[in-house]
């Protein structure tokens, strides 16, 4: 047998991927979309996926108005200009910012809500120079997605900010209250906890949280909160994983 001909490669117990797999660096694997199942009810409060799902949320509001922001800043920008050669430009700065944008969300989701979604395809002008970059830049698809994503997210990060804040901090406060409730009476005027104090009819109304009975009660209506914030949670970032899968993704 001549020298010349090639080996053939050994056989190993690896199956090889399809020649038509995509793949994306941004995922260092063939692209998918997945997501991390929900912990269960009992130990969701407990869980780290919780928690980064809390850390979404937070540090979402900045981001979605600083996107917000960017995105009708240089939409008004450019349609403002669009009847001079400048407009064009402006609006493909802006899909392209839009663009890295929806990287970062595509990251923030890999990271936080363990959610894998492929990234689009980079934008191939068909002409070389700068026209041919802006024109491509302006029939991006996935560009004004990405925009769109800036523009529609804003309202719904700031609703997920504020119902994940309040519950998380609310249930954990009065969940907790057996541990503290001490505090008023030895540093403050106030025997318990003050639920309420108003002046109605010329009558003055007061209640405070004193007996063991009421602590108890506070308390489990704390506990009730804990376990209630994780699936409150899920069900608000579950929204933004389907708007980062349909708007940023490679569809």
Avoid: C
């Avoid at 249930?171 to 108003?198: E, I, K």
């Avoid at 009421?214 to 909160?225: K, P, R, T």
């Amino acid at each position: 047998m001549s020298t010349d001909e090639p080996e053939e490669p050994a056989m190993t117990g690896l199956t090889t991927l399809p020649s038509t797999s995509t793949y994306h660096p941004e995922l260092r694997q063939p692209a998918r979309q997945r997501s991390e199942p929900a912990p269960a009810f009992w130990r969701a409060p407990f869980a780290g996926a919780t928690f980064r799902e809390i850390g979404f949320a937070v540090s979402g509001l900045p981001i979605a108005i600083a996107g917000f922001t960017f995105a009708v800043a240089l939409f008004s920008l450019g349609l403002g200009l669009v009847v001079t050669a400048l407009g064009l430009p402006v609006l493909a700065l802006l899909l392209s910012g839009a663009r890295g944008l929806g990287a970062v969300e595509r990251r923030r989701a890999r990271a936080l809500l363990a959610t894998e979604v492929a990234a689009p395809a980079p934008v191939r002008p068909a002409r070389a120079g700068f026209w041919g970059s802006v024109t491509a830049r302006l029939a991006d698809a996935a560009g004004w997605k990405a925009m769109l994503y800036q523009v529609l997210m804003l309202p719904w990060a700031v609703l997920t900010f504020a119902l994940s804040v309040t519950f998380l901090l609310t249930g954990w406060v009065v969940a907790l209250y057996p541990l503290y409730h001490w505090v008023f009476a030895r540093y403050t005027s106030w025997p318990g906890y003050q639920l309420f104090d108003f002046n109605k009819d010329g009558v003055h109304y007061q209640y405070f949280i004193t007996s063991p009975l009421q602590i108890a009660g506070v308390s489990a209506i704390g506990l009730a909160l804990v376990f209630l914030t994780p699936p409150l949670v899920r069900g608000l970032t579950n929204v933004h994983r389907m708007a980062i899968q349909g708007l940023l993704g490679a569809r």
